[in-house]
């Protein structure tokens, strides 16, 4: 089962829950038996099942519940936070500082994506302002270095390897002095891939670890191993010290409870997710995002942060103040089209909008969405300036306008009014953000800081909000999680 599966289980059993006139101990049961099932079915292990059935059951007392208090939210607040609970070991992982030569060693299975990851990590702080440098020390796969090698060449990292030495560890030491030596600040080793039933490779992996005395051991994972995790998780643990746990190919079938298990088995935080091949399909974890957006819920800083980190700065300004006017046209959305497109993988764009779960995109889709949105923009290409900068919305009604635009991009009428249905549904989304105060350039999460409860009912989907309670359930909600806003409840990134 797909993440995004299991978080549309998780909210289809929270909603049925919330249809039940009155919630007992069997609609509550129920509801956390189907929880179970759909967790167990994405490879959750079974005692963390269990552990997490039993706290919300003591957390949610029924009988302690006086009538006046919301059942509903109460039990989806303790879902939210159980499962942020199973993902969050309760320590922080090691991040890399500048100033210094940071150390980082790569563990894992064979063909887990460890030499793939190992690069986009280090573009990764590259784009941040590190000069990072690659070791390859695994001499067990034939080919490893050559990866490496193309790898780090197309991202323009320095890397360090051998074609003719076959001690790990040497090569390990001799990279780590020349890299050091030439002041790089996040020296980056790749190991062999292992078998879990490998002693010996174990024991070559202690060894590296031992003579480079790393900062910080990232456990790279393959999040389609499924119950198979918690075991090789710890197998490693138990060799080396591992310190935060990268999963990847999370844009495959994968099952990815086995990231959970594998947080459990390491007692490490994971601290990003491999999702594409490509350099850029890297992005770091934070687990209250991400349980919000499994479970549908959307993360509003991290939207945010993609659309300042792909519309022009200095466009930024002028679209959010247009946006917070509430005055939404077609030039708006042909520019968010031309954005979206620019944003990398658009199932994952779109599962930061709340009410759209990435099962509403999947990834399979995702090029048939980028169609679509390339064919509307050819649409508006036929448009003239006065029709994409009004803001009257029964102007494009006209029959006429329609089929001059169609006739114009050589698409059918149909079509054409099929694109300005989805302009008026994205502007009755955004006409709600009308009166947001604007961020400020490097104040990412401010944004979704001052979204008050009145902001957030407005986008929220009915249903979800009928779930929480109402306006007053998710104010109080945004109460109990610790924060004044939503951010707290969506993760805030300062
Ligand atoms: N779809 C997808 N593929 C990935 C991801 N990360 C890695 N891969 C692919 O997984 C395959 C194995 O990756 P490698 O980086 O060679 O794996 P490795 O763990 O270094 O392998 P060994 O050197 O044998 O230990 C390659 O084809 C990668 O392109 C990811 O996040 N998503």
């Not at 049925?16 to 038996?33: F, G, H, P, R």
């Not at 780090?152 to 074609?163: E, V, W």
């Not at 954005?339 to 099962?359: D, R, T, W």
Request: include cysteine; charge should be positive.
């Amino acid at each position: 089962m797909v993440l995004a599966e299991l978080g549309g289980r998780i909210s289809r059993a929270l909603q049925q829950m919330s249809n039940a006139t009155v919630i007992d101990e069997k609609v509550l049961t129920e509801c956390l038996n189907e929880i179970s099932r759909a967790l167990f079915q994405a490879d959750v292990q079974f005692k963390m099942v269990q552990n997490m059935q039993a706290n919300i059951k003591k957390i949610v007392n029924l009988e302690d519940l006086a009538a006046g208090h919301n059942k509903r939210r109460i039990i989806q607040q303790a879902v939210f936070n159980e499962l942020c609970n199973m993902l969050d070991p309760g320590k922080t992982s090691y991040t890399p500082k500048k100033g210094k030569p940071n150390i980082i060693m790569f563990v894992g299975l064979q063909g887990s994506g460890k030499t793939t990851t190992c690069t986009k990590y280090a573009y990764h702080y590259q784009k941040k302002g590190f000069k990072p440098a690659l070791i390859c020390a695994d001499t067990f796969r034939a080919g490893a270095f050559d990866q490496l090698k193309q790898n780090a060449t197309k991202a323009k990292i320095p890397f360090y390897g051998s074609y003719t030495e076959t001690d790990p560890v040497k090569i390990a030491q001799e990279g780590l002095e020349r890299f050091k030596r030439e002041n790089y600040d996040l020296i980056i080793v790749d190991t062999s891939g292992r078998h879990k039933q490998e002693t010996a490779l174990f024991e070559e992996m202690r060894q590296v670890s031992v003579a480079m005395n790393p900062d910080l051991v990232i456990f790279v994972m393959d999040s389609s191993i499924g119950q198979a995790a918690f075991d090789q998780a710890q197998a490693f643990k138990q060799s080396v010290s591992v310190g935060a746990v990268i999963v990847t190919k999370m844009d495959g079938h994968a099952k990815g409870g086995g990231a959970l298990s594998a947080v459990a088995a390491t007692k490490s935080p994971v601290i990003f997710i491999g999702t594409g091949e490509h350099m850029d399909e890297f992005e770091a974890f934070e687990t209250k995002p991400f349980v919000s957006r499994l479970l549908g819920m959307g993360d509003w800083s991290g939207f945010m942060d993609k659309i300042h980190e792909v519309v022009p700065m200095e466009q930024q300004p002028e679209l959010l103040q247009k946006l917070t006017e509430g005055n939404f046209t077609l030039r708006i959305m042909y520019e968010q089209f031309q954005n979206i497109l620019s944003m990398g993988p658009l199932s994952q764009v779109m599962s930061m909008i709340p009410g759209f779960s990435a099962e509403l995109m999947p990834k399979g889709r995702e090029k048939e969405s980028q169609t679509k949105i390339k064919k509307f923009m050819t649409m508006m290409d036929s448009m003239t300036n006065d029709e994409l900068d009004s803001t009257n919305p029964k102007l494009m009604s006209e029959s006429s306008r329609v089929y001059r635009v169609a006739r114009g991009s050589g698409r059918s009428t149909r079509e054409v009014i099929e694109m300005l249905d989805e302009f008026k549904r994205l502007a009755k989304i955004w006409s709600k953000m009308k009166g947001l105060k604007i961020p400020k350039k490097g104040d990412m999460s401010s944004m979704a800081r001052n979204m008050n409860a009145q902001h957030m009912s407005k986008v929220l989907p009915p249903q979800m909000l009928k779930q929480i309670g109402g306006v007053g359930g998710l104010q109080s909600l945004m109460k109990q999680m610790g924060s004044k806003d939503f951010s707290g409840m969506f993760g805030d990134k300062q």
